[in-house]
């Protein structure tokens, strides 16, 4: 793990030099966030089984990262309504550039690469207009390029799609102000969607949840290879309510939501926090931090397979075979037949696994 004194010390010696492969930093699995003893937040890279590979403070606490698919380099963001992107070529340890949400925008924590690496896209809140906006950069020296519609209110989590011309949206519906801090300014007309969006901004599809469930807010996406999406939710409305916290949509189809046996949906607190599918993308997974549970799903049939209990479990990711999990509490672990501890850090993870490569 890097120390805080050989940080600084890469920092002045180390030069801007364009960064090598991933290979070069030990060929990570997933990025992640964390608040570690000392107070400081950082961003570490983490090998499947677990091992801290490097670990690189950010200015304040970090949400998801985004990891470029040919450089050993990743951007950080801040939880949302932070307004900072650290750039850090993850090999030397250095931040190489900084990059700040313009004017009268925000990040909302997430960002993507396109495939050939040359741009970086961010979900941005335009909240003097209150609309989503996508963000659009250049990857060599981050410099902005502009900006266009997000196809809707909220937008948080953003993916690529298999055919590299396609970015699909989680628009979650919901209105915030950074002057009112996280508070959910909207929540009567709330209304969100998946939209699909070509690399250019025109809308390609959008797809809304049925009117009772408008305070399902989408929040987290899986893709798998064959287009198939996931989208993870988080329930705004009565809490004596338990909606599908997960669903899956094919391009020119409707989307299926999926949910556990009563018993087990009215325990997760109406939170989904991550979503993945497994290598094989049979099967598909979310964790419900506040109901310290991870549920796996088929994906063909919709059935809930099993659950495991965690606490605080929410960063997820595909691992070799099955699962690789992190909790609040510090945890790594993998889950096949049944879930296995690899690896106690001291830390705290954030919400996400980010895994490193080739999008999709």
Same mark, same amino acid.
């Given at each position: 793990?890097?120390?805080?004194?050989?940080?600084?010390?890469?920092?002045?010696?180390?030069?801007?030099?364009?960064?090598?492969?991933?290979?070069?930093?030990?060929?990570?699995?997933?990025?992640?966030?964390?608040?570690?003893?000392?107070?400081?937040?950082?961003?570490?890279?983490?090998?499947?089984?677990?091992?801290?590979?490097?670990?690189?403070?950010?200015?304040?606490?970090?949400?998801?990262?985004?990891?470029?698919?040919?450089?050993?380099?990743?951007?950080?963001?801040?939880?949302?309504?932070?307004?900072?992107?650290?750039?850090?070529?993850?090999?030397?340890?250095?931040?190489?550039?900084?990059?700040?949400?313009?004017?009268?925008?925000?990040?909302?924590?997430?960002?993507?690469?396109?495939?050939?690496?040359?741009?970086?896209?961010?979900?941005?809140?335009?909240?003097? /207009? $209150?609309? &989503?906006?996508?963000?659009?950069?250049?990857?060599?020296?981050?410099?902005? %390029?502009?900006? =266009?519609? #997000?196809?809707?209110?909220?937008?948080?989590?953003?993916?690529?799609?298999?055919?590299?011309?396609?970015?699909?949206?989680?628009?979650?519906?919901?209105?915030?102000?950074?002057?009112?801090?996280?508070?959910?300014?909207?929540?009567?007309?709330?209304?969100?969607?998946?939209?699909?969006?070509?690399?250019?901004?025109?809308?390609?599809?959008?797809?809304?949840?049925?009117?009772?469930?408008?305070?399902?807010?989408?929040?987290?996406?899986?893709?798998?290879?064959?287009?198939?999406?996931?989208?993870?939710?988080?329930?705004?409305?009565?809490?004596?309510?338990?909606?599908?916290?997960?669903?899956?949509?094919?391009?020119?189809?409707?989307?299926?939501?999926?949910?556990?046996?009563?018993?087990?949906?009215?325990?997760?607190?109406?939170?989904?926090?991550?979503?993945?599918? /497994? $290598?094989? &993308?049979?099967?598909?997974?979310?964790?419900?931090?506040?109901?310290?549970? %991870?549920?796996? =799903?088929? #994906?063909?049939?919709?059935?809930?397979?099993?659950?495991?209990?965690?606490?605080?479990?929410?960063?997820?990711?595909?691992?070799?075979?099955?699962?690789?999990?992190?909790?609040?509490?510090?945890?790594?672990?993998?889950?096949?037949?049944?879930?296995?501890?690899?690896?106690?850090?001291?830390?705290?993870?954030?919400?996400?696994?980010?895994?490193?490569?080739?999008?999709?």
């Amino acid at each position: 793990m890097t120390s805080r004194r050989q940080f600084l010390a890469g920092l002045a010696a180390a030069s801007l030099a364009p960064t090598q492969g991933w290979s070069t930093v030990g060929a990570p699995d997933f990025l992640a966030a964390a608040l570690f003893p000392d107070g400081t937040y950082r961003l570490a890279g983490l090998s499947s089984e677990g091992g801290i590979l490097f670990s690189l403070p950010l200015p304040a606490r970090g949400h998801a990262a985004a990891a470029h698919p040919l450089r050993a380099q990743a951007v950080a963001f801040a939880r949302r309504p932070g307004t900072f992107g650290v750039v850090i070529d993850c090999k030397s340890g250095t931040q190489t550039a900084r990059m700040d949400a313009p004017k009268g925008r925000h990040f909302y924590g997430h960002g993507v690469f396109s495939r050939d690496g040359t741009h970086l896209f961010t979900t941005e809140n335009d909240y003097e /207009a $209150g609309e &989503g906006v996508i963000g659009v950069w250049d990857s060599e020296d981050y410099t902005r %390029l502009g900006e =266009f519609s #997000s196809g809707g209110v909220g937008p948080h989590d953003m993916r690529i799609m298999p055919d590299g011309e396609t970015l699909i949206i989680a628009n979650g519906g919901i209105e915030t102000h950074p002057e009112m801090g996280r508070t959910k300014l909207n929540l009567p007309i709330m209304q969100p969607r998946l939209s699909y969006l070509s690399l250019s901004g025109s809308v390609l599809e959008q797809i809304e949840l049925p009117r009772t469930l408008h305070k399902n807010s989408i929040r987290h996406l899986a893709v798998r290879s064959d287009g198939l999406v996931g989208f993870a939710m988080q329930w705004q409305g009565n809490r004596l309510t338990h909606p599908p916290l997960l669903g899956l949509h094919k391009r020119g189809e409707a989307p299926r939501l999926l949910a556990a046996p009563e018993s087990v949906q009215s325990a997760l607190q109406g939170y989904a926090g991550s979503i993945a599918f /497994a $290598g094989d &993308g049979k099967t598909i997974a979310i964790t419900c931090p506040r109901g310290n549970n %991870l549920l796996r =799903f088929d #994906s063909l049939t919709g059935r809930l397979n099993d659950t495991t209990p965690l606490e605080d479990v929410c960063g997820l990711g595909a691992g070799p075979s099955g699962f690789v999990f992190t909790t609040g509490t510090g945890l790594v672990g993998a889950l096949t037949a049944k879930a296995r501890i690899s690896a106690r850090p001291d830390c705290q993870w954030d919400n996400h696994l980010v895994p490193v490569g080739l999008p999709v």
